[in-house]
C-alpha cells in the first residue's frame, strides 16, 4: 500500500494550496481517508476526514472549519485536501491517511507527508 502526498510548499497567508493523496495497493473504496498535521514541536493532529459511505460525511478540526475542504475521488484513488486563506498556525508537515476503523484513531496506513510553509 502507498499514499504519496504533493501540492505542498510555501505560500504567504490568505493564499490558497490544494493538496492531493493518490493511493495504490488497497481498494480505496472501503476505507476512510483523512489529513493530518504536525507542526514542529507538536504532536499530530486530525484535521479533516471523509467517510468512505458518503462524500458528505465530513469532519474537520475547528481551526480549518471554513478554510478547508476535504474530498475524494474513487475513480482516481485521490484524496484532496483545499486549504484557503492560509495563516502561518497552518505551517505543519500534512500527513494522508487510510483507517478501516470508524473513529480514526489509529490509521492502517499513512503517506510520507507533505511540507506546507505560511509565511505572514
Known amino acids: 500500500v502507498q499514499l504519496v502526498e504533493s501540492g505542498g510548499g510555501l505560500v504567504q497567508a490568505g493564499d490558497s494550496l490544494k493538496l492531493s493523496c493518490a493511493a495504490s495497493g488497497l481498494t480505496f473504496s472501503n476505507y476512510d481517508m483523512g489529513w493530518f498535521r504536525q507542526a514542529p514541536g507538536k504532536e499530530r493532529a486530525l484535521v479533516a476526514r471523509?467517510?468512505?459511505?458518503?462524500?458528505?460525511?465530513?469532519y474537520y478540526v475547528d481551526s480549518v472549519k471554513g478554510r478547508f475542504s476535504i474530498s475524494r475521488d474513487n475513480a482516481e484513488n485521490t484524496v484532496y485536501l483545499q486549504m484557503n486563506s492560509l495563516k502561518p498556525e497552518d505551517t505543519a508537515v500534512y500527513y494522508c491517511?487510510?483507517?478501516?476503523?470508524?473513529?480514526?484513531?489509529?490509521?492502517?496506513?499513512w503517506g510520507q507527508g507533505t511540507l506546507v510553509t505560511v509565511s505572514s
Open positions: 471523509i467517510s468512505r459511505w458518503s462524500d458528505t460525511l465530513t
Open positions: 491517511a487510510a483507517s478501516r476503523g470508524l473513529d480514526f484513531t489509529t490509521p492502517q496506513y
